[in-house]
């Protein structure tokens, strides 16, 4: 028998079930896969641990006990993809690739969401865009690619190098859109975060079908009130579909 897909190794984080908590997706339940590794270094990280490669994947068996097996890393797809379907149930909506920084391993980001298309599971990709290259490889596999947006004050990456990643940004942006899936921008906010920054970076996204979410930052360097609504303003003056929606998983304390 001829395989559907390519068997691929590498190295997660965790796979999990639980409720999308960022975007215009929030409250959905999703199988989430988080790969290890990433080449950014954000100043408002929520998933440090999964900054670098790991020894171990953790994976949930009863969703919702925060019970997590280990399994020794590297893994293969195939196994990841029995692990998927095992926390497949009901009013599941779609499978999370995301990170860490899952275009860090291409082939083997998209050899998962090449296992989850054969499988009929849609696909919710999560990615810092740094590389269309890269994104082009799984795009036609995906359903929905959310493109978190680095501005210059999240510290994402050295300023000389700022350019050409937010660049790859919206250029993965865009092609998620002319595949059809339903793309995300999404900018995180903080206090610090300048409206010129917003500024600049919206008229880069105008023509673009895409919801543009600002997220607000949960703890340190959360912004007020006063300047998440001069953001929003500010953001709104380029698209009438500017959406704020901050992290409900942390409300939920779920995974």
């Given at each position: 028998?001829?395989?559907?897909?390519?068997?691929?190794?590498?190295?997660?984080?965790?796979?999990?079930?639980?409720?999308?908590?960022?975007?215009?997706?929030?409250?959905?339940?999703?199988?989430?896969?988080?790969?290890a590794g990433c080449n950014l270094s954000c100043s408002y990280c929520d998933s440090a641990k999964s900054r670098r490669e790991v020894k171990f994947c953790e994976v949930e068996r009863d969703?919702?006990?925060?019970?997590?097996?280990?399994?020794?890393?590297?893994?293969?797809?195939?196994?990841?993809?029995?692990?998927?379907?095992?926390?497949?149930?009901?009013?599941?909506?779609?499978?999370?690739?995301?990170?860490?920084?899952?275009?860090?391993?291409?082939?083997?980001?998209?050899?998962?969401?090449?296992?989850?298309?054969?499988?009929?599971?849609?696909?919710?990709?999560?990615?810092?865009?740094?590389?269309?290259?890269?994104?082009?490889?799984?795009?036609?596999?995906?359903?929905?690619?959310?493109?978190?947006?680095?501005?210059?004050?999240?510290?994402?990456?050295?300023?000389?190098?700022?350019?050409?990643?937010?660049?790859?940004?919206?250029?993965?942006?865009k092609a998620a859109s002319r595949a059809g899936a339903v793309t995300i921008a999404k900018v995180v906010i903080l206090e610090s975060t300048p409206i010129e920054e917003i500024d600049r970076?919206?008229?880069?996204?105008?023509?673009?079908?895409?919801?543009?979410?600002?997220?607000?930052?949960?703890?340190?360097?959360?912004?007020?009130?006063?300047?998440?609504?001069?953001?929003?303003?500010?953001?709104?003056?380029?698209?009438?579909?500017?959406?704020?929606?901050?992290?409900?998983?942390?409300?939920?304390?779920?995974?």
């Amino acid at each position: 028998m001829i395989p559907l897909y390519t068997d691929e190794v590498g190295v997660l984080a965790e796979i999990f079930s639980s409720f999308q908590g960022e975007g215009p997706l929030v409250g959905r339940r999703q199988v989430f896969v988080r790969t290890a590794g990433c080449n950014l270094s954000c100043s408002y990280c929520d998933s440090a641990k999964s900054r670098r490669e790991v020894k171990f994947c953790e994976v949930e068996r009863d969703p919702g006990s925060g019970l997590l097996l280990r399994r020794n890393n590297p893994v293969t797809s195939s196994w990841a993809n029995e692990e998927i379907l095992g926390l497949w149930a009901s009013g599941t909506h779609s499978v999370s690739i995301t990170g860490g920084e899952p275009l860090c391993q291409p082939e083997f980001a998209a050899a998962l969401a090449r296992c989850c298309a054969a499988e009929g599971l849609p696909v919710y990709f999560e990615t810092n865009g740094f590389s269309e290259r890269r994104f082009l490889r799984v795009v036609d596999r995906i359903d929905f690619a959310a493109v978190d947006v680095k501005l210059p004050s999240h510290r994402a990456c050295p300023p000389a190098d700022w350019l050409r990643l937010v660049e790859n940004e919206l250029g993965c942006i865009k092609a998620a859109s002319r595949a059809g899936a339903v793309t995300i921008a999404k900018v995180v906010i903080l206090e610090s975060t300048p409206i010129e920054e917003i500024d600049r970076l919206c008229p880069r996204l105008e023509g673009v079908e895409a919801t543009f979410v600002l997220q607000p930052a949960s703890g340190i360097g959360r912004p007020s009130p006063e300047k998440l609504m001069l953001i929003h303003q500010a953001a709104s003056e380029h698209r009438g579909d500017v959406l704020v929606i901050p992290q409900a998983h942390k409300m939920m304390g779920v995974l």
